[in-house]
């Protein structure tokens, strides 16, 4: 379950996002989950929750502003996504880590995880925001990026048969994060484009997905302790 919140943005804008917390009273890190190019939709308040039941705070803030796109419209999340302005979705992120990092049943300790549109999103949030612990995108790479300006260790998940973020994309900025001396982990899976989410029959590859979500809890345990 997760429960709708609002924090302070830049200049005064209120954000909305989705929170999820873990069970008990206890302290505990957050992951910050950005969102397909749907929304913030059944799907990743779904993800929110079980990374709750993982011992994460998890939040996802709306970046379309509420709009949930449906699935069978591609053209409509082909034109939200197209349209997002970059600059003040970072912001939004920005705001929901300082939200993360302020909440009282947060350790301090903050990572992010995005999917297809936030993974390319996760990618340029870690060039840009200082003070995160792990980022882990799927799926996603943004057209540039300063990787120079990498200060967190990346796990990142693609697939081998995606025709947008294809492997050789993703090595090259394997490659090139290597080359400033930043941490990256690379897997590749079997799979199609989107393979984690289980809304899509098409594409959901439950082998896959458990393989990349075992690994993803692993890495933000591992760096968010």
Known sequence: ???????????????????????????????????????V???????????????FLAIAPDLYDGEEVPLTN?????????GLDWG??????????AYAKSHPRSTGKVGVTGFCMGGALSFVTAT??????????????P?????AKVTAPILTHVAKHDQWVTPEKADAVKRELESHGKSIELHVYDADHAFFNDTRAK???AENAKVAWDRTI???????A
Do not use: C
Request: aromatic residues 8%; neutral net charge; glycine residues 8%.
């Open 203 to 205: 594409v959901y590859s």
């Open 143 to 147: 057209p540039k990026a300063e990787y």
């Open 74 to 82: 591609e053209a409509r999340a082909s034109e939200r996504m197209d």
């Open 128 to 141: 840009q925001l200082e003070g995160l612990s792990a980022v882990v995108p799927f799926y996603g790479i």
């Open 218 to 224: 692993a890495f933000l345990k591992k760096h968010l």
């Open 1 to 39: 379950m997760t429960t709708r919140v609002e924090f302070a943005g830049k200049n005064g804008e209120t954000v909305k996002g989705d929170l999820a917390l873990p069970e008990g009273s206890a302290k505990a890190p957050a992951v910050i989950v950005l969102q397909e190019w749907w929304g």
């Open 88 to 97: 003040r979705a970072i912001s939004q992120i920005a705001a929901a880590v």
């Open 41 to 55: 939709n059944d799907h990743i308040r779904s993800i929110a929750t079980r990374l709750a039941s993982a011992g």
